[in-house]
């Protein structure tokens, strides 16, 4: 009995320390996302600063699996966002190399340090992206654990994805400098092929998620609130770098389908509120 209530002690702490880290990054995410409003929006990042993309892009991809480590326990969390970090470079290298999926690109030295011509970064980008539209799909789908619900949840899923990439990818092309399109679109010059492929890869996360349909093992909403916040966030960023740098119809259209999407989500959260106190 001693024993176990040493045990029980030991667990208590390192949860509670487990808890402090993960608020730790969160907040530093917070802090190093207002440095990089006011960086990337009036494009105050000197040379030497450059580093400041790749940290931010880093911890946002953390912040994300520190939500699904919150969500479906440590082993579940860090394997699935392993699989997402290298499943997408992996993705994105056959996309510079050979135009696979996503059409005619190339990135430029601004995404910061590469592997076979892909940035490391963009990894963690996805891992951003995956677990913002995961967070909304998963609540306007009522779950993922029976078919009817699962293809909701993948199909909204991966339009959440293409909804973020309709700002991300025109800041990011024709402010920023990323990457370049080799074969330009009727969409600020970006090929179609890209969205497309954006839609499958994200499926492709989503699906690998439905299929193992891991049980949720926290009972708190902390985690849930701050991928829900962090993914207007991001959004709310890249648009206001595209209204200063005149992207007007990407500002306008993706403020209306973010508005959409949350409207959905908080009525849905909302009728859950309701149903549990009932």
């Not at 580093?51 to 911890?59: D, E, K, Q, R, Y």
């Not at 479906?72 to 997402?84: D, K, N």
């Not at 709310?236 to 200063?244: D, R, S, W």
Request: aromatic fraction near 18%; charged fraction near 15%; include cysteine.
């Amino acid at each position: 009995m001693k024993e176990l209530t040493i045990y029980n002690k030991c667990l208590l702490r390192y949860n509670r320390v487990k808890e402090v880290l993960m608020t730790a990054i969160y907040r530093f995410f917070i802090f190093w996302y207002i440095c990089g409003v006011l960086l990337l929006t009036f494009d105050f990042i000197p040379p030497w600063l450059e580093w400041a993309n790749s940290v931010f892009l880093i911890t946002a991809g953390l912040v994300s699996a520190l939500y699904f480590i919150s969500m479906y326990g440590a082993r579940f969390g860090v394997s699935y966002s392993i699989w997402i970090i290298v499943g997408s470079i992996f993705v994105e290298h056959l996309g510079v190399e050979y135009n696979f999926l996503f059409g005619s690109y190339e990135y430029t030295s601004n995404f910061g340090f590469k592997l076979f011509d892909t940035p490391i970064t963009i990894g963690f980008a996805w891992l951003l992206i995956i677990g913002c539209s995961h967070e909304i799909s998963r609540v306007i789908s009522k779950g993922h654990y029976s078919l009817l619900s699962a293809s909701r949840f993948i199909l909204l899923g991966s339009l959440l994805a293409v909804t973020m990439d309709l700002i991300l990818d025109p800041v990011s092309y024709k402010i920023k400098e990323y990457w370049i399109w080799m074969e330009p679109g009727i969409y600020y010059d970006i090929p179609l092929s890209n969205f497309i492929g954006w839609f499958v890869v994200a499926a492709v996360f989503h699906i690998t998620f439905a299929i193992l349909s891991p049980q949720k093992r926290s009972s708190s909403s902390v985690w849930e609130k701050r991928l829900a916040l962090v993914f207007g966030l991001i959004i709310g960023m890249f648009c206001l770098i595209a209204l200063i740098g005149k992207l007007y119809f990407a500002v306008v259209l993706v403020t209306i389908l973010t508005a959409i999407w949350y409207l959905l989500y908080f009525a849905r959260r909302s009728m859950d509120d309701t149903s549990k106190k009932k």
